[in-house]
């Protein structure tokens, strides 16, 4: 697991090792039956359907992720996980459903790093590192830029930002509509550092997002690469800069925001499972192993991979998880006076 910064890892050969050592750690210290693989439940718990409420529709990686996360957690504590969505406000239409919910463990949440923007921008009275209770982060990536191919314009990072210098406002951008989020807060800081100004078009849509480059309607794009993952193995996108200060596996020969000399720390994508404060202790302990054991089986590392969520370390504990959290909001809280309020 990573140690120090929240935003920052080991190399990606390291990381296979620590991943490997990890592991072997954790499965011989969880004492696993072999047959429904229960840990040692506190006083019973559960001796029901728990529920995950997730705060985006259906078909969405959140909910694919809280699906995944569900079938692993049944296998590990022998109980039914219910997955419930509830979509809607940029992720805080949710909320109060959970917020209601008895403090018994039976109720977890699941949401990505908009809760702390939400937060950082006035938008969500909950602060998501105090008034819940972070179980842990099952996935953490980074965001890419991408063109196409035969865009003879853009041939690589150092074209794309000579042209967008030489012309600025002209270049166009595919971007999540919603200006409070960490791909806009991520751009911006981008364009402030490598000093050009680029045409954000929003797209609620992701589907229009990747359509719209393309189809040649916008010059390039703003994703992390597990969503655009077909795109790039068909070739009909490709990256030129990647939003981090290493380059992650994978992606060795794609420049970083330390090659081009872009001094800032990126805002990463992270979708993770909260409960409330109230939980009684043995439970929320409970709930943080079986989290890490489930996250930590075959299926649930095989549904990772599938979606390109292996690239850097991506799985964080209650402290690491509370820590990230909390930086998070300090940064989105500096990006958003710089930038203006999030609408």
Do not use: C
């Amino acid at each position: 697991m990573p140690t120090g910064s929240p935003f920052h890892w080991p190399t990606a050969r390291p990381v296979a090792r620590l991943a490997a050592a990890v592991l072997a750690m954790l499965v011989a210290w969880v004492p696993l039956a072999a047959g429904s693989q229960d840990l040692v439940k506190p006083e019973g718990f559960p001796d029901r359907p728990l529920t995950i409420i997730v705060p985006y529709a259906e078909g969405g990686e959140s909910d694919l992720l809280s699906r995944a996360m569900a079938a692993a957690l049944e296998k590990v504590m022998g109980a039914k996980v219910l997955v419930v969505n509830q979509p809607g406000e940029a992720g805080m239409a949710a909320v109060p459903q959970f917020m209601a919910a008895p403090t018994d463990g039976y109720t977890l949440l699941e949401s990505i790093e908009e809760a702390p923007a939400n937060y950082a921008a006035g938008k969500l009275p909950e602060n998501p590192a105090v008034d819940w209770w972070p179980l842990g982060m099952a996935q953490v990536t980074f965001s890419q830029i991408y063109v196409r191919p035969g865009d003879v314009r853009f041939a690589d990072w150092q074209s794309f930002a000579a042209y967008a210098r030489t012309s600025p406002g002209d270049v166009k951008i595919a971007n999540v509509a919603n200006s409070g989020a960490m791909e806009r807060a991520n751009l911006f800081k981008l364009e402030q550092a490598v000093g050009f100004k680029i045409n954000q078009i929003g797209f609620d849509n992701p589907a229009e997002r990747y359509a719209a480059l393309i189809g040649g309607a916008v010059d390039a794009l703003f994703e992390q690469p597990g969503d655009v993952a077909s795109f790039l193995e068909s070739g009909q996108m490709k990256p030129i800069l990647t939003l981090l200060g290493e380059r992650p596996a994978g992606h060795e020969k794609v420049p970083t925001l330390n090659d081009i000399g872009a001094g800032f720390e990126p805002l990463l994508r992270y979708r993770g499972f909260w409960i409330l404060p109230g939980v009684p202790e043995p439970r929320r302990r409970y709930l943080e192993t079986a989290l890490h054991v489930a996250w930590l089986s075959e299926e649930f590392q095989a549904f990772n991979r599938q979606r390109a969520m292996h690239l850097i370390p991506s799985f964080r504990s209650h402290e690491e998880a509370t820590a990230m959290i909390e930086k998070s909001i300090d940064a989105y809280r500096e990006i958003f006076r710089e930038m203006g309020p999030a609408q």
